[in-house]
Every structure is written in C-alpha cells, then in structure tokens.
C-alpha cells in the first residue's frame, strides 16, 4: 500500500491566486517528518517546508504554509500570491524516524498562469 | 554554499553496459540516498547510505549496488545497464542532527538504449 498519497496530479492557477495541495500519508510511527519539496524544470529539488509530527505549530515559511491535521494524517501545502515561477512538481514526503526512511508522493504538477 | 552534486547529468548507454553515477557532498552528512524517478510516479528509494561502508537496500534495490568509500562520494553502479533502467536518478544527503531534511542533487538523466 502506498504510504504517501498525493491525490491531484496536476493543478493549475492564475497568478496571484492561492493553491492548496493535499497529502495523506500512511504510518504507524509516533515521530516522524512531513516535507514538502519542489522539483524544478532545471532538474532540481528544492526543500520548502518541514512539519514534525509532534509539532502544534502551523508552519510557515515565507509564501509556503501547511495545514496539518495529525488524527487525518493529512498534511496541506498552501502557495499564496502564486507566481509564473512557482509553476513546478511539488512533492510531499513522509520520513519515520524510527527506522530512517523517507517516501515521497507522486507528485503534483502545478502550472500558475501570467 | 551547502551543495550536493552529480556527474554526469546526462548519460546515454547501450543495453548490457556497465553504469556509474557519482554523487558528492560537502556537508559531512552522514547519510545518502540514491533514488529514480519515472514518469508519474514518486521518488523511489534504490539505496541509503548511512556512513562509509554502510549501506541498505532501498524499496528498489534490484540491478543496482553502490559503493561509499568516503563520507562525500556515494556511487551508484549498473552492472549491465537494462533499458527499464532508464530513469532521473537522484542522490541525496542528510544530516542526522539538525530537521532531517534531505538535501538533492540535480539529477542524471541516463538513457539506456
């Protein structure tokens, strides 16, 4: 069964809208991470945010913010003020602490349109 | 500048020949990966690293080994490249002090005809 569920396969916006991503993950771990990535057209992946599990905090960072909803086990990707640049494959990703191995979703293809 | 990097980016064998692909780090992270990417699917892990001369078997290990001599080299190796190998293989590097977060190289994209 797949642990990390990325529903949406691809997404697409105006600029200066808001996007939501969402991901539902599978683990039966107590301590683990939950990072959002983004896969640029140049090949690389960038890191944007980080929620730990046994975080209360709504975690920010810049235009990024994520919406964690731990008895779910969902955890949202919001973009705000969406821009041409932020168009890109978004990864969600699980990481379990206990045995140090981290699964990705398969990704979201988000195209923002000028 | 904290950078992970691979060589080559772009790589073009025939069926049957022999791959390596290199990745280094300048962090001193303990811990690399080596995954593949495919169309429509996530990231795959074929290998993790956990020092030198420490290694595991990822989620996809088959037709692939790896060799960490040094805490900033971790090399993936195709003994007799397949076609299905075809794919955007990613390395990667984390600490395991600090958030955990993995830090990616920009990929090898290797074609294997």
């Known amino acids: 069964a797949e642990k990390v569920i990325q529903v949406w396969s691809t997404a697409s916006r105006q600029e200066g809208e808001e996007l939501t991503l969402d991901c539902s993950y599978e683990t039966s771990q107590v301590l683990y991470h939950l990072f959002w990535y983004k896969h640029l057209l140049s090949g690389e992946m960038v890191f944007l945010i980080r929620?730990?599990?046994?975080?209360?905090a709504k975690e920010r960072s810049g235009r990024y913010s994520v919406v964690f909803q731990k008895s779910l086990k969902s955890i949202s990707l919001i973009i705000s003020a969406l821009q041409p640049d932020d168009s890109g494959k978004y990864f969600c990703?699980?990481?379990?602490?206990?045995?140090?191995?981290?699964?990705f979703g398969d990704g979201t293809q988000l195209v923002v349109k000028p | 500048d904290m950078k992970v990097t691979q060589m080559p980016r772009y790589l073009i064998k025939r069926m049957g020949e022999n791959v390596l692909l290199e990745c280094g780090q300048d962090?001193?992270?303990?811990?690399m990966y080596w995954y593949r990417q495919d169309p429509g699917l996530g990231l795959q892990l074929i290998y993790i690293?956990?020092?030198?001369?420490?290694?595991s078997e990822g989620d996809i290990p088959k037709g692939y080994r790896v060799s960490r001599k040094k805490r900033e080299h971790f090399s993936l190796i195709l003994d007799s490249a397949k076609t299905n190998q075809t794919s955007v293989y990613f390395c990667?590097?984390?600490?395991?002090?600090?958030?955990?977060?993995?830090?990616f190289g920009p990929g090898t994209r290797l074609t294997v005809l």
């Open positions: 962090m001193s992270h303990e811990t």
């Open positions: 690293s956990y020092d030198v001369d420490s290694n």
């Open positions: 990703a699980l990481w379990e602490l206990s045995n140090n191995r981290i699964f």
């Open positions: 990667a590097s984390s600490s395991r002090q600090g958030n955990y977060e993995q830090y």
């Open positions: 929620q730990t599990s046994s975080s209360t």
